[in-house]
């Protein structure tokens, strides 16, 4: 199984900039379908964006679409999410997941679908 450790969160301000980080670890990057997610306090974790390993199909959920990108590095076995135009209710806790079952040009928007996660890290946007 994968292991996944996230980085780059941070307290910036509305309107800010932010790239997050996933390092995978333990198993071939190259054929997994990649997601982030993300957790505000008290609330359900929620999709966020997601890569297909084939045809590098990117989603996004409608409250981002415009102002994220996902990307992935499978020389660097890397997954990104570079974050613009912050806003406050974009606060929460960032988690990257990889599914292993995934077809080459399809991923998941679905919690249960991915069977290894991060530890998460904190992303605050102050107003």
């Known amino acids: 199984q994968v292991q996944l450790v996230e980085s780059g969160g941070g307290l910036v301000q509305a309107g800010d900039s932010l790239r997050l980080s996933c390092a995978a670890s333990g198993r071939t990057f190259s054929d997994l379908a990649l997601a982030w997610f993300r957790q505000a306090p008290g609330k359900e974790r929620t999709f966020v964006a997601a890569?297909?390993?084939?045809?590098?199909?990117?989603t996004y959920a409608d409250s981002v679409k415009g102002r994220f990108a996902i990307s992935r590095d499978n020389a660097k076995n890397t997954l990104y999410l570079r974050m613009t135009s912050l806003k406050p209710e974009d606060t929460a806790v960032y988690y990257c997941a990889a599914d292993q079952n995934a077809p080459s040009d399809k991923s998941s928007e679905t919690v249960d679908e991915y069977g290894s996660w991060g530890q998460g890290t904190q992303v605050t946007v102050s107003s």
């Open positions: 890569i297909s390993w084939g045809t590098y199909e990117r």
